[in-house]
């Protein structure tokens, strides 16, 4: 895997720089949840950062001949305020990156004709709209100070698709497996 456009380049080290950055905060966030007495959505948040995880992995291998240090600027969203300030930070970031950072990041890949970029940008789009509705109903749920349910929470270790309960067959996604999903 390689790319050829040096714009295609910056956006992956800048998905990969938010992705991480993702990845952290929502461990950190689960954390307090457990603290805070909602341990579902710890997993939740646990489960998310996994594949916030699988989605900077992707990008990171996209780049992996690209051999060198570079400074990565990306948006991240900080405050550690409370559940429902903290699910708030987590919605308004899968937003940013449904709405804003995603679209445009694939179709400069498109465009580029970056075949591994635009299925890495296409994998992370797709996930992060089911991100954002976990993250709403699980903030509704803490509003009226209740847990989520206590089913697990399975992700894909390919492309980061998420889900609650054990629904699917195959990923719906990137077409893998379900016995390859990481369990929470
Ligand atoms: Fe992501
Ligand atoms: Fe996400
Ligand atoms: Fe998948």
């Known amino acids: 895997m390689s790319v050829k456009n040096a714009m295609t380049a910056d956006f992956l ?3 990969y720089g938010g992705e991480s950055m993702a990845h952290m905060r929502y461990q950190i966030w689960g954390e307090s949840s457990r603290k805070d007495g909602f341990p579902n959505i ?4 646990d489960g998310i950062a996994y594949a916030e995880l699988v989605h ?11 051999v060198g240090d570079n400074t990565v600027a990306a948006g991240a969203v900080f405050g550690h305020t409370g559940l429902v300030d903290n699910l708030q930070g987590a919605i ?14 694939l179709e400069t890949a498109r465009f580029q004709e970056e075949k591994d970029a635009e299925r890495s ?6 996930a992060e709209k089911i991100h954002a509705k976990l993250f709403q109903d699980a903030q509704s749920s803490a509003k009226d100070g209740k847990d989520i349910g206590s089913e697990a929470v399975y992700v894909c270790p390919i492309c980061g698709f998420t889900e609650i309960g054990d629904n699917v067959d195959t990923c719906p996604i990137c077409g893998a497996k379900k016995e390859m999903f990481k369990e929470y």
Do not use: T, W
């Open 13 to 15: 080290r800048s998905a």
């Open 92 to 105: 308004n970031g899968e937003l940013h990156e449904i709405d804003q950072m995603y679209p445009v990041y």
């Open 42 to 45: 710890g997993r939740l948040f």
């Open 121 to 126: 940008f296409r994998y992370a789009h797709e």
């Open 56 to 66: 900077a992995k992707n990008h990171f291998n996209v780049l992996k001949e690209q």
